[in-house]
């Protein structure tokens, strides 16, 4: 195998934690700033607006993510497809396959954002949305539902250039498009006083950059292995992109419903404020946990190629530095987290004492979940990478959904307020036990 180089780095070479790093590392960072939208709005919102606009911001802030969910199961379900025909040396077929399922997500994506404007104000209402917070989420919802198409190329680019061997296009893109939204954000919400409005505006104009750019990109290029055909009907593989993607969209669907559930009950616990301390943990949440799903994604077309040439020494080898990587990463994650959770929440609520006291409260707890998340998030993309959608879909279901909604119904009777912050940190410890057992149960068959 020849040796890597920093210039190049292809599948078909012997991974090393160094390589690995600066492999995934793009495809990290696309995650990070796909997710600082969120950040960037609620801490403009709060600042210049006040935390009833934020705390609204907050309880809408799931639906539109419920929505993009649609663009993980096509980018993770076809990137595995598309790297493994150019495994194979198929570059026409892997086109086809792009184009088609460039397509099949424009047209999801119109039809959700279709179902999604219609559902906004009654999610709203149901989520305990006051008369006061009701018009400012509908305001801000129906604006980004607007760029829903967007995000979803956006996302779905982000896969398929990695599979494509091409992730520091998708970090250029990503890193442009999220420049123009702190801009526009400062220019929008801090200097023309547009408030929530502005705030959705910004966020709109990067998505609509960052969804239209890969275009321009694969047009233009002469040495992307990815092109433009005719499109397609490509019925012989959309059962296997959904069932490869189903644990991506499990995942993304179920963290939005988490966070509808952890909205309601806070609302009813402790009302505004704990929405709005909520809020916070939420975005710095984005931020942390794409570190985790970027280094999956970013791998997953590795162990694809791996597993798609027999090659099981290189995926034995490769999976064991992953594994080591990610949980290493989790206590490198957490020991930031202790040192930026007073400054960030001061960014937020420094002039609410109470406020802020409840959200450094909140963030101590929840952010030691961060130590053990790291290898379900792997382990599910990684048997996603090996077309074992079951095994992928159970991580993510158990994960994100059933261990976290029920934390957080049933802590709260025995720790009240401190029950809600810790349901991460249990729901995350439950699944990594599920994830050992899955992983020594299925090591047999895929020689890992």
Known sequence: MR?????????????????????????????LFTSMYGVVDGLYV?????????????????????????????????AAIIAQELARGEKKKASRYFTSLTCVSIIGAFILAFFGE?????IAELMGADEEMLPVCLNYGRILIFSIPFYVLQNVFQSFLTAA?????????????????????????????????GAAQATVVSQVIGGLLPFVYIIASKSCPLSFTRPEWIGEIMGNVFANGVSEFVSEIFH??????????????????????YGVLMNVGFLFGAVFLGFAVGVAPIFSYQYEVKNYEELHKTFKKSAIFVVVMGFVLYGIALCIEGPFAKLF???????????????????KSYM??????????????????????????????LFEVLAIIILPHFFELNG??????????LALFVTILLLVRNQKQYHY
């Open 256 to 277: 939005p419903l988490a966070s509808v559930m952890y909205n309601y009950r806070l609302m009813k616990l402790v009302g505004l404020n704990g929405v709005a301390a």
């Open 165 to 197: 061997e091409k992730p520091k296009i998708g970090l250029a893109i990503n890193l442009f498009s999220a420049a123009v939204n702190l801009f526009l954000d400062y220019i929008f919400v801090g200097v023309l006083d547009m408030g929530v409005t």
């Open 420 to 429: 809600i912050w810790a349901a991460s940190l249990v729901a995350e410890i």
């Open 349 to 367: 609520f420094g002039s609410d004492e109470a406020l802020l006291h409840m959200t450094e409260e909140g963030f101590a707890l929840h952010s």
């Open 118 to 122: 219609i559902l906004l104000g009654p």
């Open 46 to 78: 709060n600042n210049y607006v006040g935390k009833h606009a934020f705390a609204a911001v907050t309880l809408i802030t799931p639906l539109p993510l419920l929505i993009g969910a649609f663009a993980y199961m096509i980018g993770g379900g076809g």
């Open 3 to 31: 040796k890597l180089t920093t210039r190049e780095i292809s599948f078909k070479d012997h991974f090393t934690y160094g390589s690995i790093f600066r492999f995934v590392m793009p495809t990290i960072l696309m995650m």
């Open 372 to 401: 053990v998340m790291g290898l379900a998030v792997f382990t599910s993309a990684f048997f996603t990478a090996l077309h074992n959608s079951k095994v992928s879909a159970l991580i993510s279901f158990l994960r994100t959904l």
